[in-house]
């Protein structure tokens, strides 16, 4: 193919991308959009700022991570364009081979916060290698930037790494999502990979924790429910609360409930049912009482609903398959 077939093909393409995103990007009711985003799977608001983190999904090994301005809803790329210079931080991440020298897809996110303007950014990558990699996230300018820092490599044998938990002293939990049979893990600094104890089930998905670390709080994607694990307790201690959809990822609400979030995307014929885009719940963490907050049955632009925030007054859900962009839902 000549130079000039290829780059007439490619603006074509962006083209009918940029199109279709204009003429789809539109208001469905109650439900706005925020459009420039592909694939944004997970949100995560950096705690006292205007910023929205999204981890965007072009292909099974490559995507960006985005930064999601709630002031006027624009997006812009912070990794891998716009990225600082890689610094390897040997000492914690000693075992990382060093920085990924290639794009990666980004998935699971969580925060820890180091100072008032600076945080860690730890981001599921899947790829090249399997692992979660490091960043340090610096919102001192207008426009938060990423420093890669580290890398965690994933336990040997999981299958996939999911979701992603920033536990006291340097410790980071997470999900290994199989549906025939995955399990909770824990990275230590010094000790590396654990096994969490009492926490194998179906496809555990999304992932938080409680402030200072004794629980931890499962999206069960498998049983659709909101799964809670005791933490260090012997005995272990674990109850559900079903949701009546397939739990994707979970969030921690400005009101101290958990927000929910998934989809509906076949019905076995046994139980009533009805498939939906995206739905979103709350629940109590203490009492696990549910509360419903949206049935969304999608459109052309927004197909397959992840995860959901709250944000000011509107609940945001980042989607995959083909979705081009964060739902907003009035509370």
């Not at 410790?171 to 199989?178: C, P, Y």
């Not at 990275?187 to 938080?208: D, I, T």
């Not at 012997?234 to 609360?241: E, L, R, Y």
């Amino acid at each position: 193919m000549s130079r000039y077939i290829f780059s007439c093909s490619l603006f074509l393409s962006l083209f009918s991308v940029n199109a279709f995103t204009a003429e789809t990007c539109e208001a469905n009711g109650e439900v706005q959009f925020i459009c420039g985003l592909i694939n944004p799977e997970d949100l995560y608001q950096i705690p006292g700022t205007p910023w929205v983190i999204a981890s965007g999904r072009v292909s099974d090994v490559d995507g960006p991570i985005y930064a999601v301005d709630i002031r006027d809803y624009s997006s812009r790329v912070i990794f891998p364009e716009n990225a600082s210079v890689p610094e390897h931080d040997t000492t914690t991440y000693k075992d990382c081979p060093g920085p990924n020298t290639s794009t990666f897809q980004p998935h699971g996110l969580t925060l820890r916060q180091i100072s008032g303007d600076m945080h860690t950014l730890y981001v599921v990558g899947h790829g090249e290698r399997e692992a979660i990699e490091v960043f340090n996230l610096d919102v001192r300018d207008d426009v938060p930037s990423l420093k890669w820092v580290g890398c965690i490599v994933a336990p040997e044998g999981t299958r996939r790494i999911n979701s992603i938990t920033a536990l006291p002293n340097g410790t980071i939990g997470a999900t290994n999502f199989d549906t025939a049979g995955g399990e909770l893990w824990e990275w230590h600094p010094a000790a590396g990979w654990e096994e969490v104890p009492g926490s194998q089930m179906p496809g555990p998905n999304g992932l938080v924790s409680s402030a200072g670390g004794q629980w931890f709080y499962i999206g069960g994607w498998s049983d659709q429910a909101l799964v809670r694990l005791s933490r260090g307790k012997v005995p272990i201690q674990i109850d559900t609360a079903p949701v009546g959809f397939n739990v994707d990822n979970v969030r921690w609400g400005a009101d101290g409930n958990i927000v929910v979030a998934g989809h509906v995307t076949r019905c076995d014929g046994s139980t009533s049912c009805e498939l939906a885009v995206a739905r979103v719940a709350k629940v109590n963490p203490i009492n696990l009482n549910v509360q419903q907050l949206v049935d969304y049955k999608g459109n052309d632009f927004f197909k397959l609903g992840t995860v959901a925030i709250e944000v000011d007054n509107e609940i945001w859900v980042g989607g995959i398959r083909g979705s081009l962009g964060i739902a907003r839902f009035p509370k």
